[in-house]
Structure formats: C-alpha cells, structure tokens
T-cell receptor, first 115, second 110 residues
Framework: DSGVTQTPKHLITATGQRVTLRCSPRSGDLSVYWYQQSLDQGLQFLIQYYNGEERAKGNILERFSAQQFPDLHSELNLSSLELGDSALYFC??????????????FGPGTRLTVT | GQNIDQPTEMTATEGAIVQINCTYQTSGFNGLFWYQQHAGEAPTFLSYNVLDGLEEKGRFSSFLSRSKGYSYLLLKELQMKDSASYLCAVYYDSWGKLQFGAGTQVVVTP
C-alpha cells in the first residue's frame, strides 16, 4: 500500500459523458501527478500539481482538466468522453519540496471504460 | 518527447539472472527510475540512479551511464513473483515530469 488513494476503482460510462476521478496523496506529499495507461500507449504523463498550482503538463487533451485543492487532494475531470479514453488512470504523489527528481508513489488506479 | 527504448519481452528461468536494458536521449537528463508493475496494478518503485555506477538493493541492481544514455536493471535469483512489467522512467526537467518507456514484460518460467 503506497498511501495514495484513488476513487472510484472502476467506472463505466457512455461516450459524450463527463466523469471526475479523485486522488488523495500520501500524508505530507505536496505534489500530485496524473497518468493515463492504455494498452497501446503505455504510461503517459498528463499533468502535475504542486501545492495547488499546476507545475508541469504532458500529453493532456483539452477535454481533460485537473485541479488540486487546499487539502491537497486532486481531481481529474474528463469530458466529452470517447471510446479511446478507456484506460487506467493513475495518480501519484511525491514530496517535491525542492525541484529535482523525487520518487513517485502510485495509487491503485481508476479503470475507466467508455462504451 | 524523448525516446526511451527497452526490450518488449524477456523470458528467464526461476533462479536465473535477467538484465533489462534501457536507452534514452541524454539531453536534459536529470535522473532515472525503475518501476515494477504487475498486470492491472500500480507501478511500484524499485530503484533510482542519478550518478554513474551501480546501485544494489537486495536481488535488484540498477546501473547508469549518463554519457552513453544507458541503464540496466539486473534481477537476480529470479522468483515466479518477479513476472511483471519493468518500466524505465527518465526525469527530463526539474519538476517531476517522468517519461516512461513502454516497459519490458519479464516472464519467469519454472
């Protein structure tokens, strides 16, 4: 158990819908990262937040957005869902007090199925 | 993005040693991680290298050569539970943006 929690564990929804995935980082970690993992794409970095502010952006679609709240939990919002958005979505957290490499601890993931 | 290359699959026998190679583009390199991921589960941290040389952690060791853009993960005394995907991940900037390779699926046979 990494200490990072994600809800829900599974999500099944229809195309065109909007969903929200939630992540709570490990106690004391200020940085939260979101990743998407699909069978044909591997693990892709989406976005990072540090203490409420966006710090780095990866291959995140405009239909996707995220935020980190004052209590440090984070939400990833996916809208106008398409079949291709079906994937495992992981949240990770790290200390990241100072800039530089930090071990990231991954949550158990949310499996999203778009039908 | 920067290409990170690792073999797709490797098979080895229980008790044997397997070496998983990873090559990456050196420009902007800031550190390299190895993660283990069982199917459908979260990646778990194995090792971290930022300086050249070998880091040993029990049955797992990781090596880095920054000038060559090369790393390897060595798994010794293989056990059935080591059957998993091993992900090479490179840090390319100072704020945590990890670029992952596609992963190497290691199959351990009896």
């Amino acid at each position: 158990d990494s200490g990072v929690t994600q809800t829900p564990k599974h999500l099944i929804t229809a195309t065109g819908q909007r969903v929200t995935l939630r992540c709570s980082p490990r106690s004391g970690d200020l940085s939260v990262y979101w990743y998407q993992q699909s069978l044909d794409q591997g693990l892709q970095f989406l976005i990072q937040y540090y203490n409420g502010e966006e710090r780095a952006k990866g291959n995140i679609l405009e239909r996707f957005s995220a935020q980190q709240f004052p209590d440090l939990h984070s939400e990833l919002n996916l809208s106008s869902l398409e079949l291709g958005d079906s994937a495992l979505y992981f949240c990770a957290s790290s200390v990241a007090v100072l800039a530089g490499p930090h071990e990231q601890y991954f949550g158990p993931g949310t499996r999203l199925t778009v039908t | 993005g920067q290409n990170i290359d690792q073999p797709t699959e490797m098979t080895a026998t229980e008790g044997a040693i397997v070496q998983i190679n990873c090559t990456y583009q050196t420009s902007g390199f800031n550190g390299l991680f190895w993660y283990q991921q069982h199917a459908g589960e979260a990646p778990t941290f194995l090792s971290y290298n930022v300086l050249d040389g070998l880091e040993e952690k029990g049955r797992f060791s990781s090596f880095l050569s920054r000038s060559k853009g090369y790393s390897y993960l060595l798994l010794k005394e293989l056990q059935m539970k080591d059957s998993a995907s091993y992900l090479c991940a490179v840090y390319y900037d100072s704020w945590g943006k990890l670029q992952f390779g596609a992963g190497t699926q290691v199959v351990v046979t009896p």
